[in-house]
Every structure is written in structure tokens, then in C-alpha cells.
């Protein structure tokens, strides 16, 4: 193929995509990077090697081609508009096998322990300096190695993925074959069909085969009788991984020709998710493993019970697709019984579809009796943490092993940052999110809030974020959820009330570039970051001639607590403008909902405040001489001057009721001037509660009971505020 000066990497926060990037970036090649599930420390480590990470699908440029991950399917939207511009799109094998040939390839196969044992060959090639590219599908331990490396004129060390059958697309130079455990069910109909895979790429290896002694493999004569078989020694005891990990590396480094039989392999840093310590005391070891075959479950769970004879073991099982699940789940419960106690989570689906009969659930019927009935599925982490309980006391000892390859490597690190926090939540959220959180991320603890608002009342935030991007924002709304801590979102405060206790969670802002980009897009619209202020979309409208933005300039807040309250000013509201708004959805997705389909009303949006608004599209009612926009602007801004104080407030307090004016009837109710304290009714308009100087919160909710009582009493209607109060419900303040 002809080697493209630039590519863009779609789905490229997974383990088969990140390496590329970083690969490619040392090869020489511009590449920018979209995932809609980065995760830290990997997002900042592409940013910092050059790659250009981006917030959304679409890059500044046009590039040579796109690369995408096996889960950006072929007929994804994201795709459509590449498709359009008839630019090459490939899947990932299929590129890297056109990348990556005529280069000396060492293929490392088989359905598992594949990135483990790449990972020991890369350390221990890096440790005698032989030089080396390579693509390894998990990340060193401290990050001690990239998980991607481009060396010219080097020998190429890869794992090569069977899952999407790209495998047949390559013919290196050597083979290392771990095994040929069936796997990948929904691609190989049977173990005969997955063996036949591996015996074609055997004859196309061009050099040598490197097997385990006495495999089954080795029987394949047709297809090894061509080149040179290599084997390595297996260990007698399966569940010694470092030995046939180090074995066969050992045997690989000789066919290209490096010496690493010298190394001592105890000093291999480990791969993340591979028979990682998490948390170890007297009484508790918590270990995570990404076994997901019923062969490394056996072998895993074997090797804990040498290591730990006396302590309990209690094994936290989440399957990996639906399909491995459904024909495998005899073989998972005959393993899964070694444990002493079980505890199962939700089928991982891994992108596949639902399938009821690859559920986690239907493990059960396989197991014995004696696990039957204790065993259960766990939804949520706060039940499974409640159902294992605390650290064993006296002379009992148990073992947590989180085993599987789908997501419950948080419920894992979070089970472990409880233990090592004591069971403190709050101090558990620190110690979980220390390696989760990009550098640029602000976090602090028991934060002032009241200079963070327009009203300038109330007390401290237990914890304080202004995420840098959106990963850093999942991550902590995910954290929260997890630790069961309560969080909030505020933008500049301008209608909202603290309370003087302050808040006992955490409070987000969205501040920064990333999230106060505002960027012109074809058909008179824009497309604003959830933090910028909205009289600054009204200056780069105006600047560009868009006209309808006018009635932002008297709005003092952010566009994400303007879409959550559909905040408004002379007769214009929020959502006249929006086309659409992306949301971060509970669950962790982040959608793209069309304005005409959200559940907006007066001072409200469902979905923003179910969700967290990140961006959105607004629309111009056309365009205009910007000097004529700008008289538009000024005469709203001196309407604003006339009426309303400029003292500090959180805007109008009260809903308008109907068709009457809140300040109007607070006025006739001759409330104007009345106090509580430093927070008095404005003279201007009295409709604005303002702080003279050192009001507290409890003088300002005191004086919005007076009100709503004064103006019941005199002109019959009840008031109901149009300010928030953070973290509470007016009604446990009014009732």
C-alpha cells in the first residue's frame, strides 16, 4: 500500500487502536485520534506524543485514510461522511497487514495469554537493547513502557487478533503459538474451525514456528513441515504463568536472533489487568485478572489456591460476550467452582447484541448444588461490596479475585480503594481517581463555593472538579456512582443559592478551552462547548453576522446551566436556538439529542437534568449587518441597566405565575427594601434579592419565606422559586 502522511484513528482509546497510534505517530505519520471512551492516563499519553486527540468524530483536516476499531462498525453513522469524501476506510488488522508488509514480523497467537507473554518479550528485548517495533494490547504496569513503539529496519512484534479473522490477511516471518484453546464462538463454528485458522497462518510463516512442548499444534504437520519448529519447555504445573510466559518468550527472542535467557523475569513490571495486586493486608489480598476463557480461569484460580492455601476464596466473575458465554458456560461453571463463594455480574456484551441465553445467568444450572443457592448476580457495586462485607478479623483471611475482560476493572480498583481507605468513602474517592484524572484536571477538597456564585452566600464543597475534557468528566460522575457520593453541576453560580453547610458531594464545573470552544459551522450555526458564557456567544454571533443570539448579552451564565434551566431574557428562551445538544447520559453513553426531541418547558430540560450537557448546535435566525445586531445588543443592555440591580444577586428569584409578574406582585405587596441581615429585597426591581456585603444563605432563604408568605397573604398566590438551591429541594426549606 502507499504509505499515508496521515491518518485518523476512530475507536482509538482501545488497546488494539492505542498502540497503533503511537506506532504510527514514531513511524512518521500525522495522526489524529477519536474515542468516545478514552480513559486516563492512555488519552494523555497519545496527547503528549503528538497524536491530535479530538473531542468529536471529525477531523480538521482531510487525512489519507481512516483507520477504525472493530467497534465502529462498517455501517456507523461516523463513517458516512468519510464515505462521501471517498476517502479508504480500513479495519484494523486489515491495515496493519498492508503496514505492515514485507516488514520481519514475530506473530504471537492463540485465544489467551497472548499480550502477557508480548509484554515480557518486549521488557525483556528493551532490557539487552536489541531493537524492537511492537503493538502490545494492554498497558505495562506504572506505565513503564508505551504499549506502541516504531523502530526502523526492526524486527516487528505483534499480537495478532483472531477475533475478526484478520489474522488470514498476514504471513510473518515467525509464528509464536501459545494455543489453540477454541475461542471467539461467534466467528469459529468449533474447535476444528478455529484450529484450521491457525494451521493456515502456519503456512504462510515464512521462517519459524515457536510452539509449546507437547501441544497439540505440533500434530499439525501439513501445515509446519515447510519451516523451522522451535518449542519451548511447559511448566508441569498450568497455573505457573510466569514460567510459560517467560519460556516462550525466551524461545521467540532466539528466532530473532536476541539472547534473553540471562534476564531475571521477576522483575517483569506485569501488563494492568493481569494478575495485578491490588490491595494486600493481614487478612485480605484483592487481585484482578482479565481471564475470560474457562482455561485462564482454571489456571488463575488453581494458582491463587497454591499461593494462598488457608485463605477463602471469593471470586467476582463477569463474562465477555454473549456469545463466549452461551456455548462456554458449562466449561465457566466447572472452573468457577473451585472458588468458596461466587459472585457474578452482567454479561460484558463487548458490542454484540443481547442474547438471553449467553447471559450471565444461565452459568447457574452448571454449577453444584452447594454454590447454586448462594450464588447471585449483582447489579450494582454497593450490593456486591455489601454482600462480601469488610475485611475478615482474628485468624481468617480471604482473597477477592475479580476475574473477566469487561468493565468490572472499576469495580475492582474501587473495592480496593474502600479497603485501603478503611471503608471511608470520601477518602476512597481520592485514592481511586489519584491515576484516573489527566494532569490538567483541578480537584480539591472542602473548596469555598459562595465566590463561585452571583449571590456570594454559602458554605464549602466536600470535593471540588473543573474536569479538563470529557473522560475526565465521566470518570468522575462514574466515581461518584460507584462510591455512592452525590454530585452536582454548577456553571457561574448566577441561579443558584449555596446553603451555608455547603454541599457534602461534588461539585463539577466545566471551565477551560475545551469546554468553552465556540466554533462556526456551515448553515449559519454554531457549535458551543457546555462552558462557555453565553454573552460571549453573543459577541462571536454578532462578529459573524448571526442574529437571534442578542438576548444572551443580559444572561449572566454558561450554556450548560442555560440548557438545564432553559434560562431566558426579554420574551427569548435557550432552546429557541438549539438544534441539537449533546448529552453524558447516567449510564456513561454520551447522545445526541435533536431539540424537537427534548422534554423542554419553562425553566426546564428533562434531559439536562437526568444528563450532563457537553456541547451543542445552536441556530441563527439568519444573518445581519453586525452593526445592526450590535444595536439589537445595546438596547437590550441598557433595558437590563434600567431594571435590573447590579448589586450581587442569583437573578430573579420567583417564577412569573401565569400570565402576572412575580416582581410585580412582590412590589405591590410592598416588600421593596425589606431585609433579612445583609440580604435585602432591590428597590429596582423586586423580583432581585441582593447581598449588601456578608449575607449568608439562611438570611436569604429567610427572606424568600417572608416573601412568598407576605404576597400569599395580600394577593392570594403562592410564589414558587426560579433559583436552585444546591443539593436540596425547596420544599424541605418552604414547607
Not at 488470514?168 to 484453546?181: I, M, Q
Not at 427534548?598 to 437526568?610: F, K, W
Amino acid at each position: 500500500m502507499k504509505i499515508p502522511k496521515s491518518v485518523f484513528l476512530l475507536g482509538a482509546g482501545g488497546m488494539g487502536m492505542a498502540p497503533l497510534a503511537l506506532y504510527l505517530q514514531g513511524a512518521g505519520i500525522q495522526v489524529s485520534a477519536y474515542d468516545e471512551n478514552f480513559r486516563e492516563p492512555l488519552r494523555s499519553q497519545l496527547s503528549e506524543s503528538g497524536i491530535e486527540v479530538l473531542g468529536e468524530p471529525i477531523s480538521a483536516q482531510i487525512p489519507d485514510c481512516i483507520i477504525r476499531s472493530s467497534a465502529v462498525k462498517e455501517e456507523s453513522t461516523i463513517l458516512k461522511d468519510w464515505k462521501k469524501h471517498k476517502i479508504p476506510i480500513y479495519r484494523r488488522g486489515d491495515f496493519i497487514a498492508r503496514f505492515t508488509s514485507g516488514k520481519k514480523i514475530l506473530a504471537i497467537v492463540g485465544s489467551h495469554g497472548k499480550t502477557t507473554t508480548s509484554g515480557i518479550l518486549i521488557w525483556a528485548l528493551e532490557q539487552v537493547k536489541f531493537p524492537v517495533s511492537y503493538l502490545v494490547g494492554g498497558l505495562f504496569q506504572e506505565n513503564r513502557l508505551p504499549p506502541g513503539k516504531f523502530v526502523k529496519n526492526a524486527w516487528m512484534v505483534m499480537e495478532i487478533d483472531e477475533s475478526d479473522g484478520t489474522i488470514d490477511k498476514f504471513s510473518p516471518e515467525a509464528t509464536l503459538a501459545l494455543n489453540s484453546d477454541w475461542d471467539h464462538v461467534d466467528r469459529y463454528s468449533s474447535p476444528n474451525a478455529f484450529a484450521r485458522t491457525l494451521q493456515s497462518l502456519f503456512t504462510r510463516t515464512k521462517h519459524s514456528i515457536v510452539l509449546p512442548q507437547s501441544s497439540p499444534m505440533a500434530e499439525w504437520k501439513n501445515s509446519i513441515s515447510k519451516v523451522k519448529v522451535e518449542s519451548f519447555a511447559s511448566p508441569c504445573d498450568p497455573s505457573d504463568f510466569l514460567t510459560f510466559n517467560s519460556n516462550a518468550a525466551k524461545a521467540a527472542a532466539k528466532t530473532m536472533g536476541a539472547d534473553i535467557s540471562s534476564l531475571d523475569f521477576s522483575k517483569f513490571p506485569g501488563i494492568q489487568r493481569r494478575q495485578a495486586l491490588l490491595y494486600q493486608s493481614e487478612n485480605r489480598s484483592i487481585i484482578e485478572d482479565y481471564a475470560h476463557h474457562p482455561t485462564e480461569i482454571r489456571s488463575f484460580l488453581s494458582q491463587q489456591r497454591i499461593l494462598q492455601p488457608k485463605s477463602l476464596m471469593r471470586v467476582i466473575f463477569q463474562p465477555h460476550r454473549f456469545s463466549r458465554t452461551k456455548l462456554l458456560a458449562k466449561y465457566f461453571a466447572e472452573e468457577l467452582a473451585l472458588a468458596d463463594d461466587l459472585f457474578l455480574l452482567p454479561t460484558y456484551s463487548a458490542f454484540e447484541p443481547f442474547d438471553a441465553e449467553g447471559s450471565v445467568e444461565s452459568l447457574m444450572a452448571y454449577l453444584p448444588p452447594r454454590m447454586r443457592c448462594d450464588t447471585r448476580v449483582y447489579q450494582s457495586f454497593g450490593s456486591l461490596r455489601d454482600a462480601i462485607g469488610s475485611s475478615p478479623k482474628n485468624s481468617k483471611k480471604d482473597q477477592i479475585l475479580f476475574v473477566g475482560a469487561g468493565d468490572l476493572d472499576r469495580w475492582a480498583h474501587a473495592f480496593a480503594s474502600l479497603e485501603n481507605a478503611k471503608g471511608d468513602k470520601h477518602d476512597a474517592f481520592s485514592i481511586y481517581l489519584k491515576t484516573r484524572l489527566s494532569k490538567s484536571c483541578i480537584m480539591r477538597a472542602e473548596e469555598p463555593l459562595a465566590v463561585k456564585t452571583t449571590m456570594k452566600v454559602g458554605g464549602c464543597a466536600r470535593w471540588y472538579a473543573e474536569p479538563s475534557n470529557t473522560e475526565d468528566l465521566r470518570v468522575l460522575v462514574e466515581t461518584c456512582n460507584l462510591l455512592d457520593i452525590p454530585y452536582c453541576m454548577i456553571g457561574r453560580g448566577s441561579n443558584l443559592i449555596v446553603p451555608d453547610h455547603g454541599y457534602g458531594g461534588l461539585v463539577l464545573r466545566l471551565r477551560g478551552s475545551f469546554w468553552s470552544e465556540i466554533s462556526i459551522r456551515s448553515e449559519n450555526t454554531l457549535v458551543v462547548g457546555a462552558g462557555a458564557r453565553l454573552q460571549e456567544i453573543c459577541r462571536i454571533a454578532c462578529q459573524n453576522q448571526l442574529k437571534g443570539f442578542e438576548f444572551l448579552e443580559g444572561i449572566p451564565g454558561t450554556l450548560g446551566g442555560a440548557l438545564r434551566m432553559n434560562a431566558g431574557a426579554m420574551g427569548w428562551e435557550t432552546f429557541d436556538l438549539v438544534d441539537w445538544v449533546s448529552f453524558l447520559l447516567p449510564d456513561g453513553s454520551i447522545r445526541e439529542i435533536q431539540g424537537t426531541d427534548l422534554e423542554v418547558g419553562y425553566r426546564y430540560c428533562r434531559e439536562a437534568y437526568d444528563g450532563i450537557a457537553l456541547r451543542a448546535k445552536l441556530k441563527s435566525e439568519g444573518r445581519s449587518d453586525h452593526r445592526a445586531i450590535r444595536k439589537v445588543i445595546d438596547k437590550l443592555a441598557s433595558q437590563r441597566r434600567a431594571t435590573q440591580p447590579r448589586e450581587a444577586s442569583a437573578g430573579c428569584i420567583f417564577r412569573n405565575p401565569d400570565d402576572e409578574s412575580a416582581g410585580l406582585l412582590i412590589d405591590q405587596s410592598g416588600l421593596k427594601g425589606e431585609r433579612e441581615g445583609a440580604a435585602v429585597i432591590s428597590d429596582l426591581h423586586a423580583n432581585f434579592i441582593i447581598n449588601e456585603g456578608g449575607a449568608s444563605a439562611e438570611e436569604v432563604i429567610s427572606l424568600i419565606k417572608r416573601v412568598r408568605e407576605r404576597v400569599k397573604e395580600s394577593k392570594g398566590m403562592m410564589l414558587e422559586p426560579e433559583v436552585d438551591i444546591l443539593g436540596h429541594s425547596w420544599k424541605e426549606f418552604l414547607s
